[in-house]
């Protein structure tokens, strides 16, 4: 069974960085699309950024030129670079692994997530 498990959350002032990393177990991390959501108290879980297999990265547009996505397929490993943190990023957040073919999931596999607190 593939399993996620974040790392990296924690409490930071605003205008710090954090770096959060998701280690996955499997063999098809290579293939598939990675994704950090988040999902804070009362909202919906957001998107706030993906990575394919080949590399092209998608971001929503309030962590644009603050956050960076990146991945390790050698470690099987997704980054999260979060940078100038403002507390409107506080939230629980979750690493997905998904791949669809055709319109179709083939799979779509969560982490247990991780708390970032940013304080003002």
């Known amino acids: 069974q593939v399993q996620l498990v974040e790392s990296g959350g924690g409490l930071v002032q605003a205008g710090g960085s954090l770096r959060l990393s998701c280690a996955v177990s499997?063999?098809?991390?290579?293939?598939?699309?990675m994704g950090w959501y988040r999902q804070a108290p009362g909202k919906q879980r957001e998107m706030v950024a993906t990575?394919?297999?080949?590399?092209?990265?998608t971001y929503t547009d309030s962590v644009k030129d603050r956050f960076t996505i990146s991945r390790d397929n050698a470690k099987n490993t997704v980054y999260l670079q979060m940078n100038s943190l403002k507390p409107e990023d506080t939230a629980v957040y979750y690493c997905?692994?998904?791949?669809?073919?055709?319109?179709?999931?083939?799979?779509?596999?969560w982490g247990q997530g991780t708390q970032v607190t940013v304080s003002s």
């Open positions: 990575i394919s297999s080949a590399d092209s990265s």
């Open positions: 499997g063999s098809t991390f290579s293939r598939s699309t």
């Open positions: 997905n692994a998904q791949r669809t073919l055709f319109g179709a999931a083939l799979y779509d596999y």
